[in-house]
């Protein structure tokens, strides 16, 4: 599977390396750049260490198109992914006009008057670029080709949804699938052989067990809607031939 973009995600967060939250973010953010033929390489997650945030911008923003993090852009003293990131780039921060002006409107609508710790969200690297945030005021930050996002899912989601029209990806990628009750290691030669019939699909194994039973789910996904078909039947009747049954999904 080719494609001419392609990204990664950085979640930043000791509350993630700790176990206390759940990353959620992760699966919408892959299938919203899916969706746009923006293949998702690579996602890290990183602590909230400066040093480490930076090698790690640092890194990916040579090595991807796009690079998207998520967490550590909020009011309180441990919100330092905006400021290593600038340092990453060698950004001066700025207390940005714009994004000032934002907040000064969705606190007043709140009642509430911009303190020190609020006007830290606004405090911003030069030249950057806002990203809208419709869902609590404060704006994500784009620098170069990084976006810098919430770790909230649902304000994480609102950013991202306007951000991927201004991406450049490719044809969508699409997926099929087929489950069945065969153990990968009865399979896996025939597998590997209509993998190498398809080199630029992708074709995936995930076991699991449904009702008490071993299964098997094999996807096969890439941007060509006729070549992920053709190997999807391939697999099917790969299925079939080896004494199960296939289930098309």
């Known amino acids: 599977m080719t494609s001419s973009s392609t990204a990664c995600l950085l979640i930043i967060g000791n509350e993630i390396l700790s176990g206390r939250t759940q990353d959620i973010n992760l ?28 090698k790690a ?30 340092k990453a780039f060698g950004a001066e ?15 007043a609508k709140q009642g509430t008057e911009i303190n020190a710790a609020r006007l830290r969200m606004a405090t911003l690297p030069v030249g950057c670029r806002l990203i809208d945030n419709p869902v609590s005021g404060a704006p994500g930050v784009a620098l170069g080709n990084v976006y810098i996002m919430a770790g909230v899912p649902r304000i994480m989601q609102s950013m991202i949804d306007s951000v991927v029209p ?50 098997t789910q094999l996807i096969c996904k890439g941007t060509d809607p006729a070549q992920v078909g053709a190997a999807n039947q391939d697999v099917a009747e790969m299925v079939a031939r080896l004494g199960g049954v296939p289930e098309l999904g």
């Open 27 to 54: 699966n919408y953010i892959a299938k919203k750049l899916g969706a746009v033929g923006i293949p998702l390489r690579e996602a890290r997650v990183i602590p909230d260490v400066p040093d480490e945030i930076i």
């Open 166 to 215: 201004e991406l450049h990806g490719g044809p969508p990628v699409v997926m099929q699938s087929v489950t069945c009750q065969i153990r990968e290691g009865d399979l896996a030669a025939d597998l590997e052989a209509i993998q190498k019939k398809y080199p630029e699909i992708d074709i995936g194994s995930y076991p699991g067990v449904r009702d008490g039973q071993w299964i």
């Open 93 to 107: 921060l700025e207390i940005n006009a714009q994004a000032h002006a934002i907040l000064k409107d969705y606190y």
């Open 57 to 86: 911008v640092n890194e990916c923003r040579a090595k991807y198109t796009y690079v998207f993090t998520t967490g550590g852009i909020g009011p309180t003293h441990d919100d330092i992914t905006i400021e290593c990131i600038a």
